[in-house]
Structures are given as C-alpha cells and as structure tokens.
C-alpha cells in the first residue's frame, strides 16, 4: 500500500483501457504512454496490463505504508527512493516507511509508477482506468490527492528479482524527423477536404504542443488547416489520435479522455502504435508527423509486440538466472 | 419512371489502424438509422470486430486485431448494407421536463439570431418531435437524437465551452441532444433537464438504448 | 565462480548468439559451447593482470554485455571522477539486450579512474573502475542503505 504525500492533482489510475462500452458513450481512457506501462508491468512480472498510476505533474512524491515491490517507467527525471538514486525504467524492492520521489522529467511528461501484483482497484466494466467525464474507474473515478491510500495487488518483499532495468521505448524504437519526434498518420475521412497547401503544410511542418494539451486532447499550433469548404460532419464514433481540424484550422488530436464521438473534419489519425510517443511529448516541445499507410500502420503494431515480448522473455531468463 | 438510378453509395474510411467508418449515403434520417442498428447487430458478431458503434447515420467498427484482408472486410461490409433492412423502433418512450432559456440556456440568444426565432418558437418547435434516441456516445449515458426540426439548426460553436452543466439539453448543427454528466461541448445549450442517464453498476450501464425516443415536455420558459 | 555466475554466464550466452565464451583465470578454466551444429568461434575472455597495490581497489563487471557508465536516458555519467563512492552504490549498468542490469560497487572509496569505455563489450571479473582509499575511514555503518 501506499500513500501519496503530493498535493498536486491530475495523476490516475489507468490500466490499458475499458474497451467495449463505447456503444453507451463510454470512452476507452486508459494510459497515454501504454508501452511504458506494459515495460514497468514486466518489470513486475505483472499482467502487461495491470493497472499503474499515471503521473504527469512533478514532483510527485509518496511513501510505501508497506513493503512493496515497484517500477517507474515513461518519464526520466531525478527518481529517488529515501534520498537514493531509482534509474529510470527501473523495478525496486521498497520497505515500509520508504519515500518515493519523483523530481521534473529530463525526457518524457508522463511517468508509471506500477505496483507488484497491479494497483488494487475494483474493475469497472472491464477496467481499472479512470473515467473522469463519468466519475467511476480508477480511484472512486477521480484523480488521486494527498492522503490517499491506494494497495497493491501483490505486496511484501518480491519473490521475483528486483534492482534492474529496461532499455526505453525511445531507444528501442527511435522515430524522429529532422531531430523532432514524429508520429505517423493516416489520412482520415476529410483529408482530401482540406486545400492542398494545407495538407502539405501538415506534413512539412513543425508542430507544437500547446499548454492546452492533456488527457482530452492535444491542441497543436502551427500553419492552418483550412477546408476547401465550410464542413458539417455528422456525429460519429472517434478513437484515441484522431486528428480533429475545427474552425480556425489549428489541430485537435483527441487522446485517451476525449469523446467517443466527435463531428469535427478529420484530417488523419496519429496510427495507435505511435499514440505513446505523443502521450509523452511535453508542452511546449514540437513534433513532426509522417504520412503512412495501413499496412505500415499494422507493422508498426507488431514492431511494438516484438519489442515487449523481447522484453518478457529476457526478464524471464534474468528471473530464472537468478535462482 | 427510371429504371437505371444511381444511388450514392456508402463512404468507408479509416480510423489509423484502430478503426473503420462506415457512412450511410443521402440526407440524416430516421430509415437509413435503422439500417446501420441492423447492420450493427450483425457486424458486431464478426471475428475481427470489437464493437459495432452506431452514430449519426453512421457505423464505427473498432478492431480486436486490425483486419489481413481489409478490402475483403470493406466488400462484406457494404454487401450487408445492401441486404440491410429497416430494424423497426421498438424501444420505450420516456419523458423529460425541460427549462428553457436564462440561466439554463446560455446560447439560447445564439439560436436566436442564427435562426430568427423568437424563444417561444423554439422551445415548441424543440419540443414537437418524438424523438428517436439514433445512437449512444460523446459521453457516458448520452443519447445522440434525431427528428429535429431543421429550422432550429444552429452551427457547433467556434470555440467549445469547457463546462456545461448535466442535462443541458443542446443544438448542433442540425442535430440535438441532452448530456448526460457535466463536460465541455461545442453545441449550442438552450435548455435543462434532470435525469439519470447511466449507472455503471447496472447492466446495461445506460438507461437509454437506440431505438428508445424522448419526449421532452416545456416545463418553464425563462425569455 | 558461483554456480549462480555459470548459471547467468549460459543465459547471457544464448542472449548474445554466441556460440560459446572461454574463460581463464588463476585456478579456473572455463569452457562453455552451445548444442548448435555449426560453432563459430568462440570468444576468449582473458583476465587481464591485476595490480597488487595494497591500498588500490578495482570494481570487477559481474558478466558479459556491454558496460554503460551513463544511464541510456540520462546524460550525466552515474558516478563522477573524483568523487566518493559508497559500498552498493550504482557506479554503471551491464547492458544485456534490452535489460539493464546493475553494477554496485562492492568497495567504499574514491573514484580514481576509468578503465573501460562507455559501451564496451566485456566478460566476467573485468577491471572497469579503480577506487582509492581516500575517505576510506569514513566507511559508514549503514552500509547496506543500498536494496539489491
């Protein structure tokens, strides 16, 4: 169990989503750095998908009310574990009465902090993530606060090895353009909607991530995307990395929180596999997107599989070794 | 009479690798609905299929794992629009008691001026419809309704409100709809309503299906 | 050797495709193949010669893979020259495929040198880091602050 000591808000508890509800209004939420839950999961040797706290403001700190394996995963900042230095992407062993502290990431925005056995919250139509619009998931359906208890699933001193790491999925998985991190899109609906100086600007351009980005939604800042013509979209079903051009022409890209639904002109979807890569861009930074295909969009998927799974079997072997 | 009609035919597009959008063609309308419940009933039972999600005269179908044969699934799926009947409405009618104008109706002055109606037309005009709940979504229990009367049309805002409150009863574009938890919206807000709308103990979590039709009934008008 | 060693000296050995690694040093030799039909050279892991001086303390890599004195996601160095190290703390990372295992230092002193390059491939018992003793006095008694 432990107990979080920082006043600040917005961290939740997710899990990969709730999947399946979408036909009752209910978005998927679930973490916006998936691959760095899935790697601090393994690390545990939890379900790739138990659910972890998702942490986007720093410092974040909290103490172990009891012993309790653990991993911090996504953001690097300055991780300390009673004063001594954590790694980043890194599982530990904590004792009762030891503090974790979180200081401003150097690289990444989101942190995991994922618990041995999974965060011990009750599944709500199939999921532990937060539904914040409806206020059930996750922590009573809220963001966590200072004084909240949450217990882990498999607490104690871990029977499997602890005090090691993983490489990143930045470093596995490298995807920039020009020196900036890229994500790649595939054209959606309207895009053919859109003047075609428009859509070239989209991809020659840098993007940035304004302050008026978060779990809903990211607001980039760039060249307008302008239509041909006035559009009026029907209401329809949307999922995470939809990439939404309202009046104005400045881009929303809906991210885990947003609507199920949406009836603004797409220009194109940020492909799934590449969703982590945005969740982890920090306000302010700026990003490049790629235009590709369905067939490069499923390899990319299968990309991030092979890299997980090259991480299981390792973990397995470390764990078997160490016997 | 012509024997050859070209009849427009349904758009498909992709949602990245997540997803595909199934748009049935012609006007919004109550007839086309229906079709895209029934080709959701059957859709949805197919083995690459996660979720068939109606929407406005249209159908979004999520992924268990992105399809090999994509344009097998595309070819499969507008065979079954063309066989695809009506699925008759059935559903039960439920009641809701709205106050319009004043506090409850911020925008109401916006539907005013786009649409040159004074606020005692347009809370009639809004309540005259039975209406068909068309498809579930923007948010968890709310109900996405057809049968608007087309002179209340009003365009989505150009800057969305960050919080209106539950049972804001909405315009967009040429659409309405009444929310069912507090949140941020793009639609015009011209009334209120207090009802339950989802329970997630329950099963089903919403309270209202497609199929099923609100009657909304002028409790008070604030001008 | 341990068991435990020759025990993660094989799993590290499937990790790395090789087809097999020889190692020698005062009183152990050790030859390791793998079961595959065609055995490409094997590699050879020399102990390099020690030093005897009595107040010099050498850290020794606890395995085969590619030694890191830098975090791969932080862009200071984990251990500063010239500056005090205690007993268990994480002075580099031995990188095995995608795991990053931990190298703590089993001596309290001073770092005084840098043997090895960031990045290097190296086997078991390599001299990577030389501590001196100053400081060494101030070893304190909660030695065991560091969770393995």
């Known amino acids: ?74 953001a690097a900042g300055e991780a300390s574990l009673d004063g001594q230095p954590l790694p980043p992407f890194w ?118 991530v304004t302050t008026q980005s978060n779990r809903y939604g990211y607001r980039l800042e760039g060249a307008p995307i302008l239509p041909k013509e006035a559009m009026e979209v029907r209401s329809h079903g949307i999922v995470p990395g939809v990439i939404q051009v309202p009046h104005g022409g400045q881009p929303i890209i809906q991210m885990r929180d947003a609507q199920p639904s949406g009836g603004y002109p797409k220009f194109g979807t940020v492909i799934e596999a590449d969703l982590w890569r945005l969740g982890q861009a920090p306000i302010g930074s700026k990003v490049r997107f790629i235009e590709c295909s369905y067939t490069e969009a499923v390899a990319a998927l299968e990309d991030n599989q092979r890299y997980l799974e090259e991480v299981r079997r390792l973990v397995d072997l470390h764990g078997l070794a160490s016997r | 009479m012509s024997t050859a009609s070209v009849s427009p035919r349904p758009h498909i597009s992709l949602l990245g690798s997540t997803a595909l959008l199934f748009e049935a063609p012609g006007e919004l309308d109550l007839a086309p609905q229906q079709r895209i419940w029934s080709l959701a009933l059957q859709v949805g039972q197919w083995a690459d299929i996660h979720e068939a999600v109606p929407g406005m005269n249209n159908l979004m179908l999520t992924f268990i794992k992105p399809p090999r044969d994509l344009s097998g699934l595309c070819e499969r799926l507008l065979e079954a629009w063309d066989a695809s009947q009506p699925l008759p409405l059935e559903g039960r009618i439920v009641e809701l008691p709205v106050v319009y104008g004043g506090e409850f109706g911020p925008h109401m002055n916006d539907v005013v001026a786009h649409t040159g109606l004074d606020i005692d037309t347009i809370a009639n005009l809004h309540c005259e419809p039975l209406y068909p709940v068309y498809a579930l979504g923007s948010h968890p229990g709310y109900c996405y309704l057809g049968g608007m009367d087309s002179r209340l049309a009003t365009p989505r805002r150009q800057v969305p409100v960050i919080s209106i409150a539950s049972g804001s009863v909405s315009i967009g574009g040429v659409q309405t709809g009444v929310s069912a938890s507090a949140g941020p919206s793009g639609w015009n807000t011209i009334g209120r309503t207090e009802m339950s709308f989802f329970d997630p103990t329950q099963n089903p979590p919403a309270m209202l299906r497609p199929g099923d039709m609100l009657r909304l009934r002028i409790e008070r008008i604030i001008r | 050797m341990t068991n435990q060693e020759i025990r993660q000296l094989a799993v590290w050995l499937k990790e790395t495709h090789l087809a097999g690694a020889e190692i020698r040093r005062p009183g152990l030799h050790l ?35 590619r030694l890191l004195l830098t975090h791969p996601q932080q862009s200071e160095v984990l251990v500063l020259a010239g ?61 065991n602050r560091f969770e393995r």
């Open chain 1, 1 to 74: 169990m432990i107990e979080i000591l920082s006043a600040t808000a917005l961290a939740t508890v997710q899990d990969f989503g709730r999947f399946g509800s979408l036909g009752y209004g209910v978005g998927t939420s679930g973490a916006m750095d998936h691959l760095a839950l899935a790697l601090g999961n393994l690390l545990l040797g939890n379900p790739e998908d138990a659910a972890a706290i998702e942490i986007p403001l720093f410092p974040f700190e909290l103490r172990f009310i009891e012993d309790c394996a653990f991993a911090v995963t996504g």
């Open chain 3, 83 to 143: 500056s005090r190290v205690e007993r268990g703390q994480l002075v580099a990372l031995l990188q095995v495929g995608d795991l990053l295992l931990p190298v703590r230092s089993e001596k309290a002193g001073r770092l005084a040198a840098v043997l090895t390059v960031c990045g290097t491939t190296v086997g078991f018992g390599e001299a990577f880091m030389r501590l001196d003793a100053a400081g060494a006095g101030e070893e304190r008694s909660n030695e």
């Open chain 1, 91 to 208: 599982v530990a062993q904590a004792r009762e009465g030891q503090a974790l502290s979180l200081g401003y990431p150097t690289s990444g925005s989101r942190a995991y902090l994922c618990l041995a056995g999974g965060v011990d919250v009750p599944l709500v139509l199939g999921s532990r993530s937060t539904q914040l619009r409806g206020e059930f998931g996750g922590l009573q359906g809220r963001a966590l606060q200072q004084g909240d208890r949450i217990s882990a699933l498999r607490p104690g001193v871990s029977a499997l090895p602890t005090d090691f790491g993983v490489v990143s999925p930045s470093q596995a998985l490298p995807l920039k353009l020009d020196g900036l991190t890229a994500m790649r899109v595939l054209p959606a609906a309207e895009y053919e909607c859109f003047l075609d100086e428009s859509r070239a600007a989209f991809w020659a351009g840098e993007w940035k």
């Open chain 3, 31 to 65: 030859v390791l193949k793998r079961n595959v039909d065609e055995v490409a050279a094997p590699v050879h892991i020399a102990e390099p010669a020690t030093s005897k001086a009595p107040d010099e303390r050498l850290l020794k890599t606890p395995g085969l893979g």
